[in-house]
């Protein structure tokens, strides 16, 4: 039987058995495969790296999409840079109060892929009447764009080819700019216990322009080596300490079912390892 073997890290991986392989082409952009798999569902993998499984998807897309809406309490616009597999857009659009959802994911194939082989993981918001999907450079975007969004997603591969432009200091300041006044950008953010100079890098480029900024994290069976660490940026703190009762008042009034999300969480996923912690000292 065919393997995946991921490549992310030269001393440690991990193996997929490919029971069926669904959809594979180098892209404009990247080496794009779709397959499946008996434990994880259908796998997407871009360049060598695992970035979406059915199996534990909701744990990730959840954590970035919810810990920042049901915090801001009333984001009307929501910008997600990537996201082409559509995860992050089903639930943002799963916020009755959001009124405008922007994509910008630069490789048009992953979006029109994901339609196809990855269904489950959009569920249909491709088609919701307030997502619009621009298909650019996300970094290029957010320098240009005149728009202004309550939330702003990076939901980006690892910082290495198309990503790496998602990790640097002009993109956190060009995301202040396109932020409205209280508004809340979170970024995926790498294994910090196997990429700790990914969670560093980033703790001192948004230094330059949030007040608050910070971490939060999950553990992501198939992002292997320990909790995955999100970045929180804002210029509003009481965002990031909302008390237990006023999110839960948020989530029950949004009517929301989630399989990994719930208030508790939230507010528990801001309480970092010890470890990762020390890295920001």
């Not at 992310?8 to 080496?31: C, N, R, V």
């Not at 969670?199 to 992501?220: C, E, G, I, P």
Request: with cysteine.
């Amino acid at each position: 039987m065919k393997r995946y073997n991921e490549t992310l890290y030269d001393a440690w991986g991990q193996s997929f058995a490919m029971d069926e392989i669904l959809f594979e082409a180098h892209t404009d952009h990247q080496h794009l495969v779709i397959f499946k798999n008996a434990m994880w569902g259908r796998v997407m993998a871009l360049d060598g790296i695992i970035q979406t499984t059915e199996g534990d998807e909701f744990i990730y897309h959840e954590s970035l999409t919810h810990v920042p809406l049901f915090a801001h309490g009333n984001a009307r616009k929501v910008l997600i840079i990537g996201g082409g597999d559509g995860g992050m857009l089903r639930e943002v659009c799963k916020h009755q109060n959001v009124e405008e959802v922007v994509m910008v994911e630069i490789d048009e194939a992953v979006v029109d892929m994901s339609r196809t082989h990855l269904p489950n993981h959009n569920a249909g918001a491709f088609d919701d009447p307030r997502f619009r999907l621009e298909i650019n450079d996300g970094a290029k975007f957010v320098r240009e764009t005149n728009e202004t969004f309550d939330v702003i997603i990076s939901d980006s591969t690892d910082p290495i080819g198309p990503g790496e432009v998602l990790f640097t200091q002009d993109f956190y300041g060009a995301c202040k700019k396109a932020l409205n006044p209280g508004g809340v950008l979170v970024t995926q953010n790498g294994v910090p216990f196997a990429q700790p100079e990914e969670l560093t890098n980033t703790y001192r480029r948004q230094q330059a322009h949030f007040q608050d900024h910070t971490f939060y994290s999950a553990a992501v069976p198939t992002y292997v080596g320990g909790v995955m660490a999100f970045a929180w940026a804002t210029d509003d703190e009481a965002l990031r300490k909302l008390d237990l009762e006023t999110l839960k008042q948020r989530y029950q009034a949004s009517g929301i079912a989630t399989r990994y999300y719930t208030p508790e969480v939230h507010q528990g996923a801001f309480a970092l390892p010890g470890f990762v912690a020390n890295l920001l000292k």
